[in-house]
């Protein structure tokens, strides 16, 4: 009976892993088009971004499954015409991420991409 428990309950612990989850911190700029498709600004702009085991949680873009590889981190939805509504990419080597909104205001984000210091990291003297 006790050779029967142990075989039951190793396997579980092996599968109780907790889900990685990163906070980004995004540097780079936003560029703003128009109504008809121009640019009409561009100026520099702080993404915050949360990546939760495998899925991407934020305010304005809402939460998506994300396609995670050995080098990147992406996204894509498409509108019903086959052009690209949103898709997000990130490059998990050296930071850069890229954002493009068709969605409801046109824009575009480039930039580069650091982990989050945890809180016992920083120095605040």
Known sequence: MKKFLLFFL?????LN???L???LICDGEVTLFCDDGTECAKESAIEKIKISGGTLIHKLHGN???DIDDNSVKFKELMDDGSVG???FIDRKNGQINIVSRWQKHFE???HC???PL???LRIE
């Open 21 to 23: 989850t990163v906070d």
């Open 10 to 14: 190793i396997p579980n612990i092996f």
């Open 64 to 66: 998506h499954f994300l």
């Open 114 to 116: 650091i982990v989050e």
């Open 109 to 111: 984000y480039e930039g």
């Open 86 to 88: 949103f898709s997000l």
């Open 119 to 121: 809180p016992e990291r």
């Open 17 to 19: 892993a907790e889900a």
